[in-house]
């Protein structure tokens, strides 16, 4: 799976949009990116996925480069719960199943 | 539609003793991973297994650990004679089977938190 790099910390206003940044160079055609956040003591939240298209749902969107070498998540509006650390994943579809976490972003939402 | 759920949510035990944590995966996934996580530290993956199966277990460590997935209850996860650095937060997961295109996506229960004196 393809190592990717994400900024070890962000600040973001309540209410406003975060913009959570992703590095993956090394990404392979067959290869998704997930994203998933832990909020403090809990198990770690599934949010979205994608391939090379963009993608939205009820939490967030996910912007993916035509190059696929980056990508950023957005949470729109963000509230003071969005507080975690987010963590995205490089993963190759199909055989093998494990998530390799690495340290992710910690977000702050400030009221 | 319940998620995954995991118990106990805290266990202590002490330095010797064996310690024994349980994952039941969410309704129609047959596929459980566990994870663990030090303090202050990020997850890693132990072990994933179906029913019956170990399917990898290249996070585990070699001795005193072991997990299993029977046909019928839950997944469990075994530490025997617990030593101080198995206190963590140990999480599972749950997925169903592979959609046409190999995608699977893994849902988290709560974790249960090992405390070793």
């Known amino acids: 799976d393809a190592k990717t790099t994400q900024p070890p910390s962000m600040d973001c206003a309540e209410g406003r949009a975060a913009n959570l940044p992703c590095n993956h160079s090394?990404?392979?055609?067959?290869?998704?990116v997930y994203w998933y956040r832990q909020i403090h003591s809990q198990g770690p939240q599934y949010i979205i996925h994608?391939?090379?298209n963009n993608e939205t749902n009820e939490m967030a969107s996910l912007i993916i480069t035509e190059d696929r070498k980056s990508s950023t998540l957005i949470l729109p509006h963000a509230t003071l719960r969005d507080t975690a650390v987010y963590y995205c994943?490089?993963?190759?579809?199909?055989?093998?199943?494990?998530?390799?976490f690495g340290k992710g972003t910690l977000l702050t939402v400030n009221p | 539609n319940a998620g995954v759920m995991q118990n106990p949510r805290h266990l202590v035990r002490r330095r010797g003793q064996e310690a024994r944590l349980r994952c039941s995966p969410m309704?129609?996934?047959?596929?459980v991973y566990w994870y663990r996580q030090l303090p202050e530290e990020g997850l890693k993956f132990m072990v994933y297994?179906?029913?019956?199966?170990?399917?990898?277990e290249s996070g585990m460590p070699k001795e005193r650990f072991s997990a299993e997935f029977p046909k019928e209850g839950p997944s469990i996860l075994r530490i025997q004679q617990v030593v101080r650095g198995d206190s963590a937060a140990y999480f599972c997961?749950?997925?169903?089977?592979?959609?046409?295109?190999?995608?699977?996506?893994?849902?988290f229960g709560p974790g249960t938190r090992l405390t070793v004196l």
């Open positions: 994608g391939l090379k």
């Open positions: 297994l179906q029913k019956e199966n170990i399917i990898d």
């Open positions: 309704k129609g996934h047959s596929h």
């Open positions: 997961a749950s997925s169903s089977k592979r959609t046409g295109q190999g995608l699977s996506i893994s849902f």
């Open positions: 090394t990404i392979s055609g067959n290869e998704y």
């Open positions: 994943i490089v993963r190759v579809a199909g055989s093998n199943y494990k998530l390799t």
